[in-house]
């Protein structure tokens, strides 16, 4: 079953798609979004909406799609199932659908106590393979999980995450390929910074065929500094950022980092253009959104064609 997803009908098409994403605001303020929807809607094709990342609260994904979907950008909604039950997920997919979103984005979740309520309970009553295969059992065979019928479906695109640089490696692939299997169809993947190693993540894809079973995006993110390389090196589990990229930020004017991370963002870019089996790009510039317009129009991904 197809969706109204602007991203489906781009990936059909065979073009090249582009992605990205904000994160909700810490309060109440609507602004927050529709600032960051108005700089980002010319440039991409759809914006996800994060769901209170790294366990932090923040206003609800559902309500932020909302904002975005009145400023005529198709939203992905990102849900987690740390703070869902099978109950509670069902009704929000529900709640999506009838809000008009074409898009969902599942995963597990960062575990709570990396944010800001670490006595927090999570529920994890699923994960994020259930989570798809609860999406695609609900939109193609029309029922709940308890086996009722649905009065109307979820015409959703079903995407899910990849981290190609986790450990174990050599199991990366097997964890992709339950995801395609579960219902994914895109896949964005975490930033990449090491290349090299994407490649050799991208080989094993295409060497199980997966390139042609689901729209990979390559996930890449701007720099904004040498202290934020360093943060996402020795911080962030899961990111692979290698010495080099670190010296040849270093080795610019402390003024000039911020546009050195934007030319790297932009070559990295144009490298994943050129990998068999690359659909697309999520440009991920955490409170950095101006950046987005400029990476994409340097990248030649602008102007983004139109669907039918």
Known sequence: MTSDSRLEKVLAQGEFAVTSECGPPRGVDPDSIRDKGELLKDSVDVVNITDNQTSVVRMSSLSACVILKQLGIDPVLQMVTRDRNRIAIQSDILGAAALGFNNILCLSGDHQKFGDH????????????HLIQTVKHMRDEGKFLGGDELKGVPRLFIGAAANPFADP???????????????????????????ERFKTWMEQVRERGLHEKVHILGGVTPMKSIGMAKYMKNMVPGMDVPDELIERIKGVDKEKRAQEGIKIAIETIQQLKEIEGIHGVHIMAIEWEEMVPKIAEAAGLLPRPQVN
């Open 118 to 129: 670490g006595a927090a309970k999570n529920v994890y009553d699923l994960d994020s393979i």
């Open 169 to 195: 490696f050599e199991f990366r692939v097997t964890r992709l390929a339950k995801k395609v299997a579960a219902g994914a169809q895109f896949i964005q993947t975490q930033c990449i910074f090491n290349i």
